[in-house]
């Protein structure tokens, strides 16, 4: 039997569990916000689709106030954010580029705090982020609030075999 791993960057050993830079957090953040508005895109075609098919109007795409979209994407970043903070310290930008996020002491975030941090970041976003351009720990300000971490945690993704 063969055994079959994702092996991390060469780098990954002496960075493992260490604070991840703005530049891979920011990346991973922007990856994110890509998937969000994906996310929202196909809620918004799907409810007209949906209105098209159980009734008889023609495809046309809603017109909500702004107001109400503006609602919906934070409930939905803060949602998704949070899933992935609360469950496996990763959203799906996390994990590609191989962060996690953590307590101060290294723990899994509670739901709670995953839900703070997340509601935290979708509605102030970036500017919490910048204060880790001129910490010393790469903390945003949302970190040093609620005492989390952003790391690097690089760990093979699947194995096969014995």
Same mark, same amino acid.
């Given at each position: 039997? @063969?055994? !079959?791993?994702?092996?991390?960057?060469?780098? &990954?050993? $002496?960075?493992?569990?260490?604070?991840? %830079?703005?530049?891979?957090?920011?990346?991973?953040? &922007?990856?994110? =916000?890509? #998937? /969000?508005?994906? *996310?929202?895109?196909?809620?918004?075609?799907?409810? &007209?689709?949906?209105?098209? #098919?159980? @009734? $008889?109007? $023609?495809?046309? *795409?809603?017109?909500?106030?702004?107001?109400?979209? $503006?609602?919906?994407? +934070? /409930?939905?970043?803060?949602?998704?954010? !949070?899933?992935?903070? %609360?469950?496996?310290?990763?959203?799906?930008?996390?994990? =590609?580029?191989?962060?996690?996020?953590?307590?101060? @002491?290294?723990?899994?975030?509670?739901?709670?705090?995953? =839900? &703070?941090? !997340? !509601?935290?970041?979708?509605?102030?976003?970036?500017?919490? *982020?910048?204060?880790? *351009?001129?910490?010393?720990?790469?903390?945003?300000?949302?970190?040093? #609030?609620? %005492?989390?971490?952003?790391?690097?945690?690089?760990?093979?993704? +699947? @194995?096969? %075999?014995?």
């Amino acid at each position: 039997m @063969t055994t !079959a791993a994702i092996v991390p960057p060469a780098q &990954a050993g $002496s960075r493992q569990r260490t604070r991840a %830079g703005i530049v891979s957090r920011v990346s991973a953040d &922007a990856i994110d =916000l890509v #998937v /969000v508005q994906l *996310l929202f895109a196909l809620v918004y075609v799907g409810f &007209a689709f949906a209105r098209t #098919v159980l @009734t $008889s109007h $023609s495809f046309q *795409l809603p017109h909500p106030p702004v107001w109400f979209t $503006s609602v919906f994407q +934070f /409930v939905l970043l803060t949602g998704y954010l !949070a899933w992935g903070w %609360g469950s496996t310290g990763r959203t799906p930008g996390k994990a =590609l580029l191989g962060l996690r996020v953590v307590t101060d @002491t290294g723990t899994r975030l509670t739901v709670a705090r995953a =839900l &703070a941090r !997340a !509601a935290l970041c979708a509605l102030v976003g970036l500017p919490l *982020l910048a204060w880790a *351009l001129v910490s010393r720990r790469n903390a945003g300000i949302h970190d040093l #609030v609620l %005492g989390t971490a952003v790391i690097y945690d690089w760990r093979p993704r +699947f @194995t096969r %075999g014995g």
